[in-house]
């Protein structure tokens, strides 16, 4: 059974870089063809997509959150990380990884295995 | 960016009825679009994907359709577990776009 795991700093203070990591078993990055997500979720609010990698490590990002969002692939330890500048308050969320499913005939990208999330506060 | 619209935003409903939220994208995606059920404190959970297909380990009372721009999740039969906020996603392209959320309550 695939899982996958956040982890890092629950705090993090304006205008500095927030980091997660999901940590993925049962199953391998590097030797599937599924892209990697992350979403996050605001307190009481919803989901908002904040970008994908391809196992290829190519990368698609929210055009609202692009210029402060990197999403990079580890394969060798089975992880995909998240990175984002010049965080705000408005930043505090609940943060998910996922995998997604690819393009195929009969389906594509929809998430299908989930994180448990971690939820990060923007706070100095 | 493709806009996805669900509605209602809330519906109040008790148990053994059916229940129908609809979403609608602003432009057609074909039948690529997938349903979430999120309880509270949870992550969400995969229901539908390619507008009806059934993901393994989802009771059948869950049913989608529709193509295009105009998408619905069904529900028939409420069980207790079924209160929960429901997203769509649309699911055609790059950037992902979610609803905004349906709230179903007893």
């Known amino acids: 059974q695939l899982q996958l795991q956040e982890s890092g700093p629950g705090l993090v203070k304006p205008s500095e870089t927030l980091s997660l990591t999901c940590t993925v078993s049962g199953g391998s990055i590097g030797s599937s063809s599924y892209y990697w997500g992350w979403i996050r979720q605001p307190p009481g609010k919803g989901l908002e997509w904040i970008g994908s990698?391809?196992?290829?490590?190519?990368?698609y990002y929210n055009p609202s959150l692009k210029s402060r969002v990197t999403i990079s692939v580890d394969t060798s330890m089975n992880q995909f990380s998240l990175k984002l500048t010049s965080v705000t308050a408005a930043d505090t969320a609940v943060y998910y990884c996922a995998r997604q499913f690819p393009k195929v005939l009969t389906a594509r990208y929809h998430f299908d295995y989930w994180g448990q999330g971690a939820l990060v506060t923007v706070s100095s | 960016d493709i806009q996805m619209t669900q509605s209602p935003s809330s519906v109040s409903a008790s148990v053994g009825d059916s229940v129908t939220i609809t979403c609608r994208a602003s432009q057609d995606i074909g039948s690529w679009l997938a349903w979430f059920q999120q309880k509270s404190g949870r992550a969400p959970k995969l229901l539908i994907y390619g507008s009806s297909g059934l993901q393994s380990g989802v009771p059948s009372r869950f049913s989608g359709s529709g193509s295009g721009t105009d998408f619905t999740l069904t529900i028939s039969s409420l069980q207790p577990e079924d209160f929960a906020t429901y997203y769509c996603?649309?699911?055609?392209?790059?950037?992902?776009?979610f609803g905004q959320g349906t709230r179903l309550e007893i």
């Open positions: 990698i391809y196992y290829s490590a190519s990368t």
């Open positions: 996603q649309q699911a055609d392209s790059f950037p992902i776009t």
